[in-house]
């Protein structure tokens, strides 16, 4: 077996928070005087910080209204949302087609599963958690875990080091072009996973193993990897 560990992005590899994280940004937004933007114009940001998906929206680079937008967006969906709101984000996503199976598979065969993510660790965890599913995984690092976010290596090698694997024992599977440049950064194998808002086609100015169209495609393809 050569992977023997396989860590995965979360939004739109794993999961999809499409409606927690276009509420969030809506009343985030809202906030600071901005037009509440629609869902089909929030989920190209899915997979960027909450910073730089506020900028891509509204063309606003100024470091303080990106940072109350960030205070906002956690305090309407996020780790800062209090009563009915802190169930926002944990109880309106949802795992992918095929996700439960490919986690279940990878840890049957004996795989360390895990994690890297710009979404918040905590909240990771208690989405699986939520799912009675939290036993699929080895670990989690998100983005208050590292000091430089994807691309930076620093999640995936933070993965290694908690894994004791080599890079090339490693795949890494996501659904943008920032998982893919990643994964080059740190060493290690990509597999393209189109679920999100990104073509295959993107992926062809990196190395990339296997694109794979749906989760299952990827459980099949990894049976013999």
Request: hydrophobic content about 35%; aromatic content about 8%; charged content about 25%.
């Amino acid at each position: 077996m050569k992977y023997c560990g396989i860590f995965f992005d979360f939004d739109y590899t794993l999961g999809d928070s499409t409606i927690p994280i276009t509420l969030g940004y809506q009343r985030g937004l809202a906030a600071l005087g901005w037009p509440q933007p629609a869902q089909e114009q929030v989920r190209p940001t899915i997979g960027m910080t909450l910073m730089d998906g506020y900028t891509m929206l509204t063309g606003d680079d100024d470091p303080q209204r990106r940072q109350a937008f960030y205070h906002h967006f956690q305090t309407a969906v996020g780790e800062q949302a209090q009563g009915e709101d802190a169930r926002i984000m944990v109880e309106q996503t949802h795992l992918l087609p095929g996700a439960v199976e490919l986690l279940q598979a990878c840890k049957d065969q004996g795989r360390r599963v895990g994690i890297v993510s710009t979404k918040l660790g905590p909240t990771i965890q208690r989405i699986f958690r939520h799912q009675g599913l939290d036993h699929l995984l080895d670990f989690i690092i998100g983005g208050k875990d590292v000091s430089r976010y994807k691309p930076d290596p620093e999640g995936i090698l933070a993965g290694l080091e908690r894994t004791g694997l080599e890079r090339e024992q490693v795949l890494f599977c996501g659904d943008t072009v920032i998982d893919a440049q990643a994964a080059q950064n740190a060493g290690v194998d990509f597999c393209a996973v189109c679920n999100g808002t990104t073509p295959a086609e993107a992926f062809a100015a990196y190395p990339t193993v296997f694109v794979a169209e749906h989760l299952d495609d990827l459980r099949r393809w990894l049976e013999d990897k």
